[in-house]
């Protein structure tokens, strides 16, 4: 079964987050293609970016400066898809947020996997800048930002009493994101399985240390 990590992007003492994330786990699970772990950022106090090549060791399995952070790029490594619970702050994903992906480092965790975005917001934009400025950071990482996404302005009336949503729309955008999701992953998987590129940054740099050498 894929494995999909739900990663929630707002750690703050009561977020909105709270009011999304079940209805995303539950629709995700009901979907009945994935094996679904959340990764709640709260549970995961990951120190402010601060590797370098010497915190490193081994390339093949790397140190990192913190045992968290070890842990981290495991746990992205070890998903096949991802959806991104994200608010929007001042037009962009939460530091918090940004932090988690940037600590994926040279273990390539995100890379040749699709990724999924869950917007919401207190106001009308239901994060979509979020949503725009996640599909950059995720190119970045190598990974596969879906097209289809799901908004929700005014999370505050988002939700139902039972926690489902208030309009039909979020239903059916979340259906067309994990059917995407479920035809991505399956895509990759494979795509994987038949071998997968060295990463492009190692490419460029031997190409160039080999025209370097020849001239
Ligand atoms: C620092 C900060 C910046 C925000 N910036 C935006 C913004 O740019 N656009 C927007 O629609 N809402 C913005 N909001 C409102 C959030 O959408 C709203 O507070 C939402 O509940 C945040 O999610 P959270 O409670 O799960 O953290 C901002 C809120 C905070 C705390």
Do not use: C
């Amino acid at each position: 079964m894929t494995k999909l990590l739900i990663i929630v992007g707002s750690t703050r003492p009561g977020r909105s987050a709270d009011a999304v994330v079940p209805w995303v786990v539950k629709s995700a699970r009901e979907h009945g293609t994935f094996d679904v772990e959340v990764a709640d950022l709260r549970d995961w106090p990951l120190p402010h970016f601060a590797e370098h090549f010497g915190t490193i060791g081994d390339f093949n399995d790397p140190t990192y400066s913190d045992p968290a952070v070890k842990a981290w790029n495991n746990k992205v490594k070890e998903a096949d898809a991802f959806i991104v619970v994200t608010p929007e702050y001042n037009h962009s994903v939460p530091g918090v947020l940004k932090n988690a992906i940037d600590t994926v480092w040279l273990s390539f965790g995100f890379r040749n996997k699709p990724v999924g975005s869950v917007g919401y917001s207190g106001g009308i934009s239901g994060a979509i800048r979020a949503i725009e400025h996640l599909a950059h950071i995720f190119v970045e990482a190598e990974a596969v930002p879906l097209r289809n996404t799901v908004i929700l302005p005014q999370v505050g009336e988002a939700f139902d009493e039972a926690g489902e949503p208030a309009s039909p729309m979020p239903a059916a955008a979340m259906g067309v994101l994990l059917d995407d999701l479920a035809w991505w992953s399956a895509a990759l998987e494979m795509a994987r399985a038949q071998g997968e590129l060295i990463p492009g940054s190692f490419r460029v740099r031997a190409a160039v240390a080999a025209a370097t050498a020849k001239a």
